[in-house]
Structures are given as structure tokens and as C-alpha cells.
């Protein structure tokens, strides 16, 4: 559905041609309309055209491709790059079908071919790229809004599980911080690093189904209280794996206790049978765990906990994740938000 008031009511217009007689007939057919309120601006060069473009806004670009400073594509990529949230029309010789199709790949919302259409054609062709780019901008700007909602809504969940165990207030927050900045230093991109993230913050979830006083327990856990504990990952992995992410993050919850050489649960997994997102979440819950008071000891510091990774790479912690790891710790790249210890 098209919504004509999303158009402005004064349309400024910039014309990047250099060829007399094209900028001339343009300024006519706009001039057709003089209702639309267009206010056209004229460039002969890009960079004439990027300068007018630092200067003021504009509601729509007219865009010829061959400037005598720039030609073909990188000239639509030069203005996007100057206004990426401006509708670029592109303006093209007859035989430049394929540059107008690769330069709309690019991000231009339409071509015309000069010496063809009339000032309707043109008139269609602004109004159309102006409130496609409202379209687009909305779609955009509602995404983000649900990814962000997203992200909150698991933050909450991960506070949830936190509140009936005080000790571990602020664990998993504090695990998925660590866990995203050795992802960072793995390269991972934008988007896995939010999936860890994400898989870091209700890496403990399955916790809910453990009586609190069992988690909260000073002293020694008995055999059978400790086996009930460890159920907390698979019943996390229960719990979320209907949900449907974009990222593994039931099975990142399910093998954040798995170890490299097999002595983890609740599946013995081994080295590369386990995921990566969650060899990574290990180490990081090993180093937060040590790090924090629990009920049953005083934190035992950093630097113990970073002496059992360094120990133990290789055998019970993937290797490249530990080095990162440790790397970040010891060129001070990396230190817990709010203290080592648990946030009251
Ligand atoms: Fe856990």
C-alpha cells in the first residue's frame, strides 16, 4: 500500500548531471508540478554534489552516473556513502540497463532512462523512491526495536533465575560479558557474538528446577544433591529449545559443563563434538565461578582461576579459547564489571 502523506509537502531535490540540456529538462518537468513544491538544486561534479550534500538535507537525488570527477558505480556508492538515509534515483544512458540494475543492488531506489518518460514518469519515480525509503527506514527501525526487546526479554529471563540465588547474582551476566569479549578476540562476527551473548546470559537457566536450598547451601553438597544440580543443563536445554533463534542457544545452555577431554555432562562430549559458543561459556563460567564468592568458600581470586585454565588447556578447556582468554586477562584487556565478587 502506498501512503502518499509520507511525501513532504516541499520536495528538495538534487541534481547531479552534468549535461546542460538533461539538468535543464529535468528543471522543467519538475516545474510541471509546481503543487509538489519541488526545490531543485543543481551539481555538475560528485564532489560538487557530495558538498551541497554536507551541507543540507535533501529529499531525493537525481543521480547521473557519468560525472566528469566519476563514473558507473562508484558513483552511486560515493553518495550513499554522503546520505545513506537520502532515495537516489539514477539517471542513465539507453544502453546502461546493467549499470541502472547493479547500481539499484547497490541501494539506488530507481533508474530512468534519459530521453525517455515525460514529467509524470519522473514525478512517479520521486514519490515512489521517497516513500520506499520510509518504508525500508520503518522496517529497519522496527527490527532493531525487536531485537532490542529481545535482548531484554532474555536479560530479564537471566535476572529471573538470579533472584532466587543471591550468590550467583549477576554470574551469568558477568560470565556473558567475558564470553562475548574472548568471541571479540576470536573474530567472530556481529551477529555470533550476540548469539553467545545471549547463550551467556541464561547459560544457568535449567537452575529454576533446583531447590534454592540446595543452590544456596553452605558446606559440602551431598553426592545426590550435587547429581540433582547437575541436571541444570540439560533441563535449560529443555526448557529453551523450542524457542526458536537464530543461534544454537539450547545447545550452548545444554554443553557449558562439558569438557574437552569427556569428563563433562550431561552428555560426555568430546573436543570438537562440543560447540564452540559453548567451550567458550565454560571457561568464562570456570573463571567467574572462581572468582566469586559461593556459599560453600570465599572467592578464590582471579588469579587462581586463571592458573586452573592455564593448567588445564588443552584437556579440559579448549585451547584457543583459554589462550585468548587469558590473553585478555593478562594484557589487561579484560577485567569483571563491578568487582570480582557477587553483586549484592
Ligand atoms: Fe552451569
Redesign the pocket.
Known sequence: MIILHMVPTSIHVLIIEDNPGDARLIELMLAEHPEDGYRPSFAVRLSEGLELLARQPFDVILLDLSLPDSHGLSTVQSVLEAAPATPIIVLTGLADEATAMAAMKAGAQDYLTKGQGDGETLRRSIRYSIERMHTDEEKRQSGERLRRALMQTIQAVGLTIEKRDPYTAGHQQRVAELATAIGRELDFDPDRLEGLMLGGVI??IGKIAIPSSFLNKPGRLTVTEFALIKT??AIGYDIIKDVEFTWPIAQMVRQ??ERMDGSGYPDGLKGEDILFESRIICVA?VIESMASNRPYRPALGIDVALEEIARNKGRLYDETISDACLRLFHEGRFSFQGGEGPIA
Request: proline share 0%; aromatic share 0%.
Open positions: 547459560h544457568d541444570h543443563s557449558h559443563h563460567d
